[in-house]
T-cell receptor, first 120, second 114 residues
Framework: AQTVTQSQPEMSVQEAETVTLSCTYD???????LFWYKQPPSRQMILVIR??????QNATENRFSVNFQKAAKSFSLKISDSQLGDAAMYFC?????????????????FGKGTKLSVKP | NAGVTQTPKFQVLKTGQSMTLQCAQD?????MSWYRQDPGMGLRLIHY???????DQGEVPNGYNVSRSTTEDFPLRLLSAAPSQTSVYFC?????????????FGEGSRLTVL
């Protein structure tokens, strides 16, 4: 079974600085997706960034980028120029790419989350 | 476009009471699921469905019941609420046959069982 581990329960960053959130995962599959979701105090789950395992290039979305190391099964999130609005829980998640219609592969497996604080 | 809609957003129950959390999506998604979120535990899958008439258990299914009679709706039933079911519940959906893999979430429902 696949697992996702976030080893940093809490992180803190100064406004305008850069912070990296860690995520490791375990799988025997070669085709999968990895995600970072943000959960602000409003509780809404917001997709930050997505990475397809078959793509060599690291995904980027404005100030957010990932360092995807497939062999090491590592998927870290880098937030540049941190803003007060970045303060939130961040969840790393895994989903199988082998979508067997009728099977469980569509399920998202989450890490336990990292709470990010941004200091003004 | 409403996306994924959950109701109610807040609910307080007494032990032993039953209730249904409603979830509806208007994106014609085949895949729907329910997660619960507890402090320090991340999100854990309760039940999921890959289409109308098809449901299956996730990681923490005990005490919950689901059905999927239409593509749009996926209600979660608590038959006899227990304090251990105090949690925040999320419904999520996706287009299972797509290549994006992304789940779309509702706004969550906070349930307190006294």
């Amino acid at each position: 079974a696949q697992t996702v581990t976030q080893s940093q329960p809490e992180m803190s960053v100064q406004e305008a600085e850069t912070v990296t959130l860690s995520c490791t995962y375990d799988t025997s599959e070669s085709d999968y997706y990895l995600f970072w979701y943000k959960q602000p105090p409003s509780r809404q789950m917001i997709l930050v960034i997505r990475q397809e395992a078959y793509k060599q290039q690291n995904a980027t979305e404005n100030r957010f980028s990932v360092n995807f190391q497939k062999a090491a099964k590592s998927f870290s999130l880098k937030i540049s120029d941190s803003q007060l609005g970045d303060a939130a829980m961040y969840f790393c998640a895994y989903r199988s790419g082998l979508l067997n219609y009728g099977g469980s592969q569509g399920n998202l497996i989450f890490g336990k989350g990292t709470k990010l604080s941004v200091k003004p | 476009n409403a996306g994924v809609t959950q109701t109610p957003k807040f609910q307080v129950l007494k032990t032993g009471q039953s209730m249904t959390l409603q979830c509806a999506q208007d994106m014609n998604h085949e895949y729907m699921s329910w997660y619960r979120q507890d402090p320090g535990m991340g999100l854990r899958l309760i039940h999921y469905s890959v289409g109308a008439g098809i449901t299956d258990q996730g990681e923490v299914p005990n005490g919950y019941n689901v059905s999927r009679s239409t593509t749009e709706d996926f209600p979660l039933r608590l038959l006899s609420a227990a304090p251990s079911q105090t949690s925040v519940y999320f419904c999520a959906s996706s287009w299972d046959r797509g290549r994006t893999g992304e789940l779309f979430f509702g706004e969550g429902s906070r349930l307190t069982v006294l």
